[in-house]
């Protein structure tokens, strides 16, 4: 269990939602039959009573057939049965005949993957990941058992399965790599609430020394996050340039030429000449230790220089010499100097003075930051050290002093990382420190990066994070979300990473994503009418607002008498839960309401993209219910006044919505009057929406890079 209480409720949580929810983990899940030969496929080995193998584990290499034979490569099966299980019960087999003609599925459809998937896909969420080893597909399985050597980046877009893919890598290396057992291995999630999300994967695989924390619990000091900064300060104290800062800010706190040094031994004084103090601290700095640890050293050293100038003062005035090394090692004198000239620090005291002394800020940052960045370090400490809050940005800035200070964190053989697209480059640094062999399989998708980092390409993160040995997969067939809603999220692909594909997702879902309009006195009792048929029809429900709305809808809902969890705090064991949205990425529900679109779009420099992840975390319904106008991307949903107005968002080309009790439609303006009506509108947008229609309107004008359906 982890040290951090906050990686360690997200695991209780986790554990707790697994208790309380149906099933206990099939022990044998497959069959894979050759013309000579019959596999069992489990969690783990079973034996009978005369040590006869009868089931082999999914992690052992004879199992893989059963994860990677296609209609064109059946890989010589003739026959693969999925067994689904509730309650410790057999509820359904599913045969699957593999070796059929490549002719009977020419392109993505539904029925290239098997029905065991598609019913996985159709099982109601419950607040926890679960394991898929019934069901990981050939593409998957191809990663989870690429060699530990090097790092794996695995880029995926929404409900691509990247996350479980990781989690089952990390099972599949414990079991295969003994090396790994040895070295031990380490699962890193952003945030409590994705960690709670995710880690009782790890346990039903039967994994249970890996480690899993999420990511501000790697440095292990006493600083409490509690501080949320200004957007210029994350980015510049996430800046690898920050190490160069730090590096520098310790520096300035050695004395390199301290002077004359006397101190007195009973009745004599004794002077140690400042040449030889140069020396000593010289031979300091050239020692390739830590700074806490060079200390301890330069103690050492500077008693017997001490001693060795004691020796001499009595040899010249005939003395005999009484005090030992010993004695003047512990000399109030040689400590009081050796705190001058080599002071003993903890991250959070260094880190503290440094933010609060202008000349020591000014000196540290000459030539590496800007004036600009520099006045975003600054802040008045608080009256003291234990009333600091530190932001996640410091966090790592402290975890750079600890490894300066006092040498390389407890290391592992391999680090799986996930969303990984939102690491500063500062985090990477901390990620390296523990795994010197770079060792990693990074998760994420660049397209849901929502912090000060946003990327284009994995180059840059790559040179902090691992070594010139690493390869890039990508997972291109969405499992999860709905195809619907999958297209209708890809929308805002053209504005946040156009050189990226939106996934090519296998499912319909249980209906179109909707859009309802409802004036803002009536809001709130038309979201707790959704939630309710929502819940009513046994799907778990996120309710996904704005940051800054979060608990005035919290309010809202309990007044309203909807009961939820609280997503911020990563309560997800209520069938409904209030998420707020720069929270979402990484969660699964059956259905999402996304409330005002627009205010999560204006919330943030990259609302855009977090409007993105927002859209994409249902499995089986999106609905989108506002009050204020719908952002670009919806602009060709139809905004009713009427209250029980709604817009079903059809798959078909241009997006035709569909309202409720819709009035007969008016003949079809001409192209004259359409491209006049078209001007007046745009004559009433605010520079920004022009900008923005502009580039929507040339991407739609490049027929290779059209948004729409072919």
């Not at 087999?93 to 059929?100: P, Q, W």
């Not at 800046?239 to 390199?256: C, F, P, T």
């Not at 999402?592 to 499995?619: D, F, N, Q, W």
Request: hydrophobic residues 40%; negative net charge; proline residues 7%.
């Amino acid at each position: 269990m982890p040290n951090d209480k906050a990686s360690a409720a997200a695991l209780r949580r986790a554990l707790d939602i697994i208790r309380d929810s149906k099933g206990t983990g099939t022990l044998i899940f497959g069959r894979a039959d050759t013309p000579e030969d019959r596999l069992y496929i489990g969690r783990q080995r079973v034996y009978d009573e005369g040590r006869d193998l009868k089931v082999i584990s999914w992690h052992a290499p004879a199992a893989a057939p059963f994860y990677t034979a296609t209609v064109d490569d059946p890989r010589g099966l003739v026959l693969k049965r999925t067994i689904i299980e509730e309650e410790r019960r057999v509820v359904r087999l599913i045969d699957e005949i593999v070796a059929a003609a490549s002719s009977d599925a020419p392109d993505l459809t539904p029925s290239t993957f098997g029905d065991a998937l598609l019913a996985e896909l159709e099982r109601s969420r419950d607040g926890a990941m679960r394991d898929v080893i019934a069901t990981i597909q050939a593409e998957q399985y191809r990663i989870i058992r690429s060699a530990a050597e090097g790092t794996v980046v695995v880029q995926g877009g929404p409900g691509t399965g990247k996350t479980v893919v990781g989690l089952h890598r990390a099972a599949w290396l414990a079991y295969n790599v003994e090396s790994l057992r040895r070295t031990g291995m380490l699962v890193v999630a952003p945030t409590p609430n994705l960690l709670t999300y995710i880690s009782a994967v790890l346990p039903l695989l039967g994994v249970s020394d890996v480690m899993q924390i999420h990511l501000p619990a790697l440095y292990g000091g006493s600083a409490v996050v509690g501080r949320v900064e200004r957007w210029e300060s994350d980015r510049t104290k996430g800046d690898a340039s920050m190490a160069e800062v730090l590096r520098r800010a310790l520096s300035d706190r050695v004395d390199r030429d301290p002077g004359d040094v006397t101190f007195t031994v009973g009745a004599d004084r004794i002077t140690i000449p400042a040449a030889s103090m140069r020396d000593v601290v010289a031979d300091a700095l050239s020692r390739d230790l830590a700074h806490n640890d060079v200390r301890d050293v330069l103690r050492q050293t500077l008693a017997q220089v001490a001693h060795s100038s004691y020796l001499a003062h009595q040899r010249e005035m005939g003395r005999p010499a009484v005090a030992t090394a010993s004695t003047i090692r512990r000399l109030n004198t040689i400590t009081n100097l050796l705190d001058r000239v080599w002071p003993r620090f903890t991250p959070e005291e260094l880190l503290r003075g440094l933010y609060g002394t202008q000349s020591w800020l000014v000196s540290a940052c000459d030539g590496v930051l800007t004036v600009d960045q520099r006045a975003a370090l600054y802040r008045a400490p608080e009256n003291a050290l234990s009333e600091e809050r530190w932001s996640v940005a410091d966090i790592f800035c402290l975890d750079e002093l600890s490894h300066l200070l006092d040498g390389p964190p407890v290391s592992y053989g391999h680090i799986v990382v996930d969303e990984a697209q939102d690491l500063s480059p500062m985090q990477a640094r901390s990620l390296s420190r523990r795994c010197p062999t770079g060792s990693f399989t990074l998760l994420g998708d660049l397209a849901q990066a929502t912090g000060p980092w946003v990327r284009d390409t994995w180059d840059e993160l790559l040179l902090h994070v691992a070594p010139p040995s690493h390869i890039v997969e990508e997972l291109s067939i969405g499992y999860r979300v709905p195809a619907t809603t999958l297209d209708l999220a890809a929308r805002q692909l053209g504005y946040i990473a156009p050189g990226l594909t939106a996934p090519r997702s296998i499912r319909p879902g249980r209906n179109d994503p909707s859009v309802r309009h409802a004036p803002a006195e009536v809001l709130g009792s038309r979201l707790a009418g959704l939630v309710g048929s929502l819940l009513a029809d046994s799907l778990s429900t996120a309710v996904v607002v704005d940051d800054t709305d979060f608990d005035r809808w919290d309010a809202e809902l309990t007044t309203l008498d909807v009961p939820h969890g609280d997503g911020r705090a990563g309560d997800f064991s209520s069938a409904c839960t209030l998420v707020p949205a720069s929270l979402a990425k990484g969660l699964e529900f059956d259905a999402v309401v996304l409330v005002e679109p627009a205010k999560i779009v204006e919330s943030s420099p990259h609302g855009r993209r977090v409007l993105y992840v927002a859209m994409t975390r249902c499995t089986h319904e999106l609905h989108v219910l506002h009050t204020l106008p719908l952002p670009s991307g919806f602009s060709d949903l139809i905004d009713h006044p009427a209250d029980d107005d709604a817009t079903s968002v059809v798959d078909g080309p241009g997006w035709d919505p569909v309202p409720d009790a819709a009035p007969p439609a008016p003949a079809p303006d001409s192209d004259d009057a359409l491209r006049s009506r078209v001007m007046s509108d745009l004559g009433r947008l605010s520079p920004h929406d022009l900008t923005l229609v502009a580039a929507l309107v040339e991407r739609l004008a490049t027929p290779t890079e059209r948004l729409d359906h072919p």
